[in-house]
């Protein structure tokens, strides 16, 4: 399921809105194993364009 949200985040990845609606979307489905790896692959790829709505969704890595 991870490999299905991180593709549809990269088509919504143009508009602020959709990205935020698909991320909330996504991290509902993604297995809680899993957040971490979502995690740093979303700051990786979107940190410069969507930061700040990563932030919202993510806590400070420790």
Known sequence: MIEYV???L????FS???F????RKGLRLIL????????AWCYQ???KV???I?????QPAS
């Open 32 to 39: 809680p194993t899993e957040v971490e790896e979502f995690r």
């Open 16 to 18: 602020k809105y959709l």
């Open 10 to 13: 990269q088509k919504v990845s």
């Open 20 to 23: 935020e609606r698909e991320l």
């Open 45 to 47: 790829m979107f940190e």
């Open 54 to 58: 990563l932030n919202r969704y993510f």
């Open 6 to 8: 991180k593709t549809i």
């Open 50 to 52: 969507h930061g700040s």
